[in-house]
């Protein structure tokens, strides 16, 4: 049941667990795939592929290369007024609205110019520090690891 859940936990590799505060009063499809997908082990093994410093790091792609998703069917923007800052969990999608899937980003800075144009599904309460340590580049040349993606 979606409106029980409050917490995505991930286990990175870096060195910790990132704790994000589900934001079902903003995005509650969203919220509900992502635990779904966590639930079924999707995210787990997954890599950060695009890390940007100042900006955002990105994971959830199977295939490691940002061009993948889940099985699931895309979903429909949950736009909202939220903005984007350090610690926003928002979801990655192409130049289409409605073709998020299984890609997400935490954003290490204040990022105003996504706000409104993808959905935000949670705030990072506390672990940030292991998204700051996870491998940059464009891919890194060893990414970061979701060792394990936990909905509770």
Sequence with gaps: ???ALST?????DSGGDVVIKLRNDLAPGHVAHIAALADEGFYDGLTFHRVIPGFMAQGGCPTGTGTGGSKKPNLKAEFSAEPHKRGTASMAR???PDSANSQFFICFDNSAFLDG???VWGEV???MDFIDALPK?????TP???LKAVAA
């Design 94 to 96: 192409s130049s289409s």
């Design 1 to 3: 049941m979606t409106d």
């Design 144 to 146: 970061g690891k979701i």
């Design 137 to 141: 580049g464009e891919p890194p040349k």
């Design 117 to 119: 144009n993808y959905t």
């Design 125 to 127: 309460t506390s672990g």
């Design 8 to 12: 995505l936990t991930l286990s990175l």
